[in-house]
C-alpha cells in the first residue's frame, strides 16, 4: 500500500528542493563574464602586481591584458596596468589606463591621484584641477588628493586657498613637503 502525500506534504518537499537549489547557487564558485573563477584572477593579478616590483613589465602587461579582456568592467586591472607604464615612462598610455580605471571604478582614488600627478607633471593644470577635484568629490578625506590639489592651488598662484588643505597636513609624516608649501619656503 502506498502512502498518498498531502498537500502540505508537497509544499514542504517542494520547500526543502528549492533550499537545495539556492544553496547550491550560493555557493557554487563565482566566475566572470568569461568563465574564469575570481580566485583564478585574483592570483593572476597578484602575479602581475609582483612582476611589476620585479620590473618584469612585458610578462606583468600580458597578463594585465588578459585580465583587462576577461573583466572589462574592473578597474583595478587597469589602474595596474596604468601604473606599469607610468613606471615606464609611457606617460599617454598611463594616463589612458587610469582614465579607464577611474570609468570602470569610480571607487579606485589611487586612479585619480596617479592620473592627477601625471597631469601636473604635463604641465595640464586645467586637467588635473578637474580630475583632482572629481576625485575629492568622491574620496574628500583622501591626503594625497588634498595634497596635490593644495599643490596646484599653491603653482596657480592661489596660496591663501592652497593654505588650508597645507595646514590639514602639517603633521603627517607622509608630507613634510607642507610645512613648506604652508610657510611660503617653495
Known amino acids: 500500500m502506498r502512502a498518498k502525500l498531502n498537500e502540505n506534504q508537497y509544499v514542504g518537499i517542494i520547500g526543502i528542493i528549492f533550499i537545495i537549489i539556492l544553496l547550491i547557487i550560493l555557493f557554487k564558485p563565482s566566475n566572470n563574464e568569461s568563465g574564469i573563477s575570481i ?5 593572476q593579478y597578484t602575479k602581475a602586481i609582483d612582476l611589476i616590483e620585479q620590473q618584469e613589465y612585458e610578462k606583468a602587461e600580458e597578463i594585465l591584458q588578459k585580465l583587462i579582456l576577461n573583466n572589462p568592467t574592473i578597474g583595478k586591472y587597469d589602474l595596474a596596468l ?3 607604464y607610468r613606471k615606464q615612462n609611457k ?21 585619480y591621484n596617479n592620473l592627477t600627478g601625471i597631469q601636473m607633471m604635463e604641465n595640464d593644470l586645467e586637467g588635473a584641477f578637474k ?5 575629492l568629490s ?4 583622501n591626503k594625497d588628493l588634498i595634497f596635490k590639489k593644495a599643490q596646484l592651488l599653491y ?13 590639514m597636513l602639517l603633521d603627517d609624516p607622509k ?12
Not at 580566485?39 to 592570483?43: A, G, R, T
Not at 568622491?138 to 578625506?141: D, I, K, N, T
Not at 603653482?155 to 595646514?167: D, I, R, T
Open 39 to 43: 580566485s583564478d584572477n585574483e592570483q
Open 91 to 111: 606617460w599617454d598610455k598611463a594616463k589612458e589606463y587610469y582614465m579607464q580605471s577611474i570609468e570602470k571604478s569610480p571607487d579606485l582614488k589611487e586612479g
Open 175 to 186: 608630507y613634510p613637503e607642507a610645512r613648506e608649501f604652508y610657510e611660503g619656503d617653495r
Open 138 to 141: 568622491r574620496h574628500p578625506e
Open 131 to 135: 580630475t583632482v577635484e572629481e576625485g
Open 155 to 167: 603653482v596657480s598662484g592661489q596660496e591663501e586657498e592652497a593654505k588650508p588643505l597645507f595646514e
Open 82 to 84: 596604468g601604473t606599469l
